[in-house]
């Protein structure tokens, strides 16, 4: 996997499969979490807090500074077709420099904040160990509806 590429949990296709998200009306969110726990595709019942098999919320970065807890929200999420291929755009994503941020963010999950049991779509790659006290961090959405980074 490379730095900046969302990979889709196995759990979430099957979750949308069963019509558990509205990729268009629901709340989602980017939360950050350490490097205590590798996310993988096969990740059993990822959720953003309790009742799933595996609670990535307990691995977030402390909130403080610029990042809240929980993450920013991606907001104007829309789904379409392009090519055959199905999209998940939003608006753009950053969490501004600041003294008080966390320093050491290593994964992106991206989770549904309206789903009582907040499960996980995927998470994306930061590369390593990220410091939001030195620089932005911007989450970006391509034509193809993957992620890119910048900071």
Not at 9 to 23: I, S
Not at 31 to 40: D, H, M, N, R
Not at 46 to 70: C, D, E, F, I
Request: charged share 15%; net charge negative; aromatic share 8%.
């Amino acid at each position: 996997m490379a730095q900046g590429d969302v990979l889709f949990f196995d759990q979430f296709l099957v979750d949308t499969l069963e019509k558990l998200h509205d990729l268009e009306t629901d709340v989602f969110k980017i939360g950050l979490i350490t490097s205590a726990v590798t996310p993988a595709v096969t990740t059993a019942d990822p959720r953003w807090g309790a009742g799933g098999g595996t609670n990535l919320a307990t691995n977030q970065v402390t909130p403080g500074g610029n990042y809240a807890s929980g993450g920013p929200t991606i907001a104007n999420p829309v789904v379409s077709l392009t090519g055959g291929l199905a999209m998940f755009d939003g608006d753009d994503v950053s969490i501004a420099q600041n003294a008080g941020n966390p320093t050491n963010a290593v994964w992106g999950v991206i989770y549904n904040d309206t789903d009582a049991g907040k499960r996980c779509l995927g998470y994306v790659d930061l590369g390593g160990v990220y410091d939001l006290t030195t620089g932005i961090l911007s989450f970006a959405w391509n034509v193809n509806g993957i992620m890119r980074m910048s900071n």
